[in-house]
């Protein structure tokens, strides 16, 4: 069973850039989706980005144009650059790796950024 942790939340003023990763520990190669999730307090978890093992993404409107969601096959991680943050973006961020026999979540990772 493949595990994901996730990095690299914290405190960011607004209008600033943060980097989640999100590491397996297995190999992502053959993983046909992982995706970031974020939950706000008292609000249900929501999706924000994902990325095929083709190489394709999707994203939540809100996060259009700001997030970028990669993955780096050979470090067994996926990333999600995040440009521009805003209030409304202040939550815990999960990653989740989905394929057979695999549906994974990590504990989180908080970013806050302030009004």
């Known amino acids: 069973q493949v595990q994901v942790v996730e990095s690299g939340g914290g405190l960011v003023q607004n209008g600033g850039s943060l980097r989640l990763s999100c590491a397996a520990s297995?190999?992502?190669?053959?993983?046909?989706?992982i995706g970031w999730y974020r939950q706000a307090p008292g609000k249900q978890r929501e999706f924000v980005a994902r990325?095929?093992?083709?190489?394709?993404?999707n994203y939540a409107d809100s996060v259009k144009g700001r997030f970028t969601i990669s993955r780096d096959n050979a470090k067994n991680t996926v990333y999600l650059q995040m440009n521009n943050l805003k209030p409304e973006d202040t939550a815990v961020y999960y990653c989740?790796?989905?394929?057979?026999?695999?549906?994974?979540w990590g504990q989180g990772t908080q970013v806050t950024v302030p009004s």
């Open positions: 297995g190999t992502i190669f053959r993983i046909p989706v």
């Open positions: 990325i095929f093992s083709s190489g394709s993404t």
């Open positions: 989740n790796a989905v394929g057979p026999g695999v549906d994974s």
